[in-house]
């Protein structure tokens, strides 16, 4: 009989992005080794394109679990640079990949609603993977290997927001706009599953101390359009929605093909946690509070 031990070291590489930060922050810290490409204060520095690097922090590490964070995460760059953006979201996480199965460390890696097409919406784990652009692209090549290795999590997530050095999100660039009395544009015919990033991390620990394998739709858990998720937003810090401006898909000139009826079905997570991840509006007024003290 088989005895499941429980990880206890966990590697994450890529804690200075949103996910990654967040991630390591869900952990105790004598748990958590942390690198990151710009480095943190204490912890390894890692180009996860340095594949001769990449095998030496894992064979020094000895993680039970390999959180791979550090991704090239910009849609339109992977549609305009797919070989440069393949480096790193695939080429490398096959590295990564490879040391852990060597080591039988349970590999987490993080993919996207953009493995779907968008047209029959909302998709369960099940559902056929049909991406319409090259992130997609990347994403479900990133899940086959992964579950090459043979034990591997894949947490496919949507609309991350949370507290974020980098103010890349999509909450925080919009906050900033409204805030400087700028209009912003939202897509009117897409859907999103947005997902509070502490709750995201939450989740990802604990499916991965239970041992959780396979994908999983770590997300939501409630599907909203772009537009409402945006007023939403601008409630939430008190900012003035009449600044928002819906634009369909066709009008914002981008070169990457967006999957537009999306959206994540949560049940399967849900069900393994036995509860939903925090709701969008509750996520968003935590963060509002939160930028709100720090600001005091």
Known sequence: MTIY????RFLVIGADGLVGRHVAGALPAADVLRTSRRGIAGEPTLDITDSDAVRRVIREARPDVIVLAAADAYVERCEREPAKTRRVNVDAARVVAASAKEREALLVVFSS??????????YSEADERRPI???GRQKVALEDIALDTGRALICRTSGVFGMDQKRRNFVHQLVERLRAG???DVP?????TPTFAPALAGAVVELARSGSTGPYHVAGPQIMSRVDFAQAVAKAFGLDASLLRPRETRELSLAAPRPKRA??????????LGHPLTAPIDGLRELA????????
Do not use: C, I, W
């Open 188 to 192: 009117s015919d897409q859907l999103v």
């Open 263 to 272: 959206g994540l079905d949560t049940r399967k997570v849900s069900a393994a």
């Open 113 to 122: 609603e953009y493995v779907f097409d968008g047209a029959a919406g909302p």
């Open 133 to 135: 652009n090259e992130y």
């Open 289 to 296: 509070g939160s930028e709100s003290a720090q600001a005091h």
């Open 5 to 8: 031990r429980m990880p206890r």
């Open 182 to 184: 700028q209009t912003f």
